[in-house]
Antibody, heavy 120, light 112 residues
């Protein structure tokens, strides 16, 4: 059974760095073809893809946000970490992590999401 | 604005059929990349509804179907039920600087 769960602060101040952790079970990021991605959704708005890391430690970032994002993995802990620097109120959103398989090219399992509010 | 274009809203009465379009371009759907659909019920995370243009994951009713042609894709829902009221998103891969993974702007389905 595949599960993912996001964790991190609910509130961050403008200019601070956000660190989110995705803890997953039911698969291994050391298995060929496995990937974990981060996707966010501002309140009342659409989904926006942010970043993806694959089993080979290759990393992909949204062009518009790549200077602010870093994605990493700890395979032994079954965790993927996303950091986003210089947070702004427009970054207020629910942040989801999701599993992606290279063979099927879609996000098949999602975490419940964590709401991050950026406010002073 | 989103790389993939969806109508903001659609509606239908119980039992009716509705379709949701997803229009892309030559760098995503038109380039041959698959389209996937997600259903997001109120207050919950998105759930995979259709993958690979027209395939349903286990547990998804056959009332839901997908198709793709040219630079567009469609999601059809037949026998509309109250529990289908949700937001629906299409997703594909994009080879331009907009990508690589892109979502539509979402469509709110209202069951009248």
């Amino acid at each position: 059974q595949v599960t993912l769960r996001e964790s991190g602060p609910a509130l961050v101040k403008p200019t601070q760095t956000l660190t989110l952790t995705c803890t997953f079970s039911g698969f291994s990021l050391s298995t060929s073809g496995m990937c974990v991605s981060w996707i966010r959704q501002p309140p009342g708005k659409a989904l926006e893809w942010l970043a993806l890391i694959d089993w080979d430690d290759d990393k992909y970032y949204s062009t518009s946000l790549k200077t602010r994002l870093t994605i990493s993995k700890d395979t032994s802990k079954n965790q993927v970490v996303l950091t986003m620097t210089n947070m702004d109120p427009v970054d207020t959103a629910t942040y989801y992590c999701a599993r992606y398989t290279n063979s099927l090219h879609h996000f098949d399992y999602w975490g419940q999401g964590t709401l991050v509010t950026v406010s002073s | 604005q989103s790389v993939l274009t969806q109508p903001p809203s659609v509606s239908g009465a119980p039992g009716q059929r509705v379709t949701i379009s997803c229009t892309g371009s030559s760098s995503n759907i038109g380039a041959g990349y698959d389209v996937h659909w997600y259903q997001q019920l109120p207050g919950t995370a998105p759930k995979l509804l259709i993958y690979g243009n027209s395939n349903r994951p286990s547990g998804v009713p056959d009332r839901f179907s997908g198709s793709k042609s040219g630079t567009s894709a469609s999601l059809a829902i037949t026998g509309l039920q109250a529990e289908d009221e949700a937001d629906y998103y299409c997703q594909s891969y994009d080879s331009s600087l907009s990508g690589p993974w892109v979502f539509g702007g979402g469509t709110k389905l209202t069951v009248l």
